[in-house]
């Protein structure tokens, strides 16, 4: 079981929930990121950051599978949709 968490240090990270223990630290936003979700088969995360982009990132690696621009302002909300073919943000 694995928790993931954004933060004002432009980080986001993947912890082990019954440990405590960081799993891993991904990189590459420029700004704080505020909202962060899992995936629902777990395999990859979705960020939104101040920096107004969207990352995906692989969850097992920590290497960045894709950046989403086009919003005009920060991005306060992401997650994805049931299937996980999808990822809303705003």
Known sequence: ?????????????????ETGAEVCTLSGHADEVDSVAFSPDGKRVVSGSL???????????????????????????????????RVVSG
Do not use: Y
């Not at 920590?62 to 073919?85: I, M, N, Q, Y």
């Open 1 to 17: 079981k694995r928790v993931v968490s954004g933060s004002l240090d432009k980080l986001v990270k993947i912890w082990n929930a």
């Open 51 to 85: 920096d107004k982009l969207v990352k995906i990132w692989n969850a097992e690696t920590g290497a960045e599978v894709c950046t989403l621009s086009g919003h005009a302002d920060e991005v306060d909300s992401v997650a994805f949709s049931p299937d996980g073919k």
